[in-house]
């Protein structure tokens, strides 16, 4: 008997979602054995991106770009695109969010000579003190993820940071968060067990990349149903 490829992954997908919780305590757990973070903060940032929802629009982007006031020729968010997957009329793309993992043990801050990248020991987010940065470029280097650049304004290391010094100190969501018209980002304090955050990565199977290089990072992915699945 045939059995379609969307029949096949939904049915993994509710395998998957079986274990879902048992992930999650695993991953909570993970995260708090890094050193590098005050285990007596009851604040940690983390994002959940759910590719099934996001539509690919951009409005993250231009959203961080506006409040964040980043500069032309580079991003703190990107969304990329691949496919199409399928064959039409049955045809579907897969997004992929780009940007800072906020990871618990950073390779960015190890290597930093300045002391200029840090986690911040009240919110758990990766953060860079531009009065300290000297441009040497090491951070960039350093992360596994290549979502660090140099801001051409102020020749200074720069991503994002959960919009630290904009949204989250007027005690507002994300900008990326708010302009998600389908809902596809979740922020929140993965420390409290009654946040949106929290109860999405108990009710959703999710991923993290690179997760074998003991990184631990903060942003979670539910996997998209139709097309490849990226681990």
């Known amino acids: 008997m045939d059995i379609s ?28 054995t890094a050193a590098s973070v005050d285990q007596t903060k009851t604040i940690k940032y983390a994002m959940v991106h759910d590719e099934n929802l996001c539509i690919g629009c951009n409005a993250c982007e231009q959203a961080c ?3 964040n006031h980043v500069p032309d020729g580079v991003s703190r968010v990107v969304i990329n695109r691949s496919g199409p997957y399928g064959e039409y009329p049955n045809q579907s793309y897969r997004f992929s969010r780009k940007s800072c993992r906020h990871c618990e043990d950073a390779p960015c801050v190890k290597v930093c000579p300045t002391g200029a990248a840090y986690i911040d020991p009240d919110t758990g987010i990766v953060d860079v003190n531009p009065d300290r940065c000297v441009g040497c470029q090491y951070c960039i280097a350093a992360c596994p993820y290549q979502v ?25 969501l994300p900008a990326c968060v708010e302009a998600c018209p389908t809902n596809a980002l979740v922020f929140g304090n993965i420390r409290d067990p009654e946040s949106e955050l929290v109860k999405t990565l108990k009710s959703k199977p999710t991923y993290r990349a690179k997760t074998d290089l003991g990184t631990h990072p903060k942003l979670f992915h539910v996997s998209t149903i139709d097309g490849e699945i990226v681990l």
Do not use: M, W
Not at 6 to 31: D, Q
Not at 149 to 161: G, Q, V
């Open 5 to 32: 490829k969307r029949h096949f992954l939904t049915g993994c997908g509710t395998l998957i979602a079986g274990f879902s919780i048992y992930s999650v305590a695993r991953e909570l757990a993970e995260s708090e």
């Open 65 to 67: 770009r506006q409040v």
């Open 148 to 172: 660090r650049f140099i801001n051409p304004e102020t020749r200074t290391a720069d991503k994002c940071d959960f919009c630290k010094e904009t949204q989250l100190k007027q005690g507002k």
